[in-house]
């Protein structure tokens, strides 16, 4: 992971930016509904920008090459005409490092990801190392992910447990195993009048790896457009001490019914990971 700043920072993004093709604003005017995206097609970029005065925040992009592999993923700060994270992913058989010393490991029947293994502070040398299971239900939904240090595969540390809805990710809990204190839960509500194809990875636990939420495959997604996201964070006793609440509203969809833009107000969520304030979408098609 590096951060690129100056001229040499501008160059890198102008130049990644002209390798995407922007699907969600090119075919059509105004904000690019009732534009074709395709016909099976995925997130590619997430661009947020200031929701009252339409100024560019920044933005999370990948690139994704003809064989549906990820190449790239850099978060630009507008702002500061910066990169604030980029990550190179490497493939080796089912493996792919994300940096030097962390790395997914995916499924060769089903192509989810099934462990991460990563380092308690990726900028210290020696960090502690952990592995996270990914574990699905019949469906292919991601339903728990449990936490080990890579010295003690045997103990749990930490488990998050998801539940669904109707085909939607409504609960999370985060729990610590040596203490069954709640670090963190979210509830999700969602439109069940929009029901928009392969749209957003809601993961409301995820902080630090965040940015690869949208561009690995992590099983289903939710079923319908997420309306509201609350998350509640815990001191011990099970006391809450802060929230992040966030209302998602204004869909604009495609005609073939992809999500081109919608508000996301309220407070920023580290999970998606973006600004609040206008969201607009960009997709890779096969």
Known sequence: MKKLTGIAGIVTILFLSGCQKEYSTENGGGDGAGVLIGADCRISKIAFSDSTTGVSIGSLGATIDGSDAVTDITKFDSLTLTIDFNSVPQYFSDT??????????????????????????????????????????????LISKSYTYSSLPAIPYQTVTYTYTGG?????????????????????????????????????????????????????????A???????????????????????????????????????????????????GKLKFSYKCK
């Open 96 to 141: 792919v490092y994300v940096d030097p010393d962390q790395y997914y490991v995916f499924d060769a029947t089903t192509k989810r990801i099934k462990l991460l293994h990563g380092l308690i502070d990726p900028t210290l040398p020696g960090s502690p190392e952990f592995d996270v299971a990914y574990n699905y239900d019949a469906a292919g939904f």
């Open 226 to 276: 997420v309306k509201n996201l609350k998350v509640r964070f815990y001191d011990p006793g099970n006391v809450v001490v802060d929230s992040a609440v966030s209302a998602f509203s204004s869909y604009i969809m495609s005609r073939d019914n992809y999500v081109v833009s919608t508000y996301m107000l309220g407070d920023d969520q580290s999970s998606i990971p973006a600004v609040e």
């Open 168 to 224: 939607n990710l409504t609960h999370m809990t985060m729990i610590d195993e040596f203490t069954t204190g709640i670090i963190k839960d979210a509830d999700l509500t969602y439109y069940t009048n929009i029901s928009p194809k392969n749209y957003l990875y809601l993961f409301p636990d995820e902080d630090t790896y965040a940015p690869y939420n949208q561009f690995f495959n992590f099983g289903r997604k939710s079923t319908n």
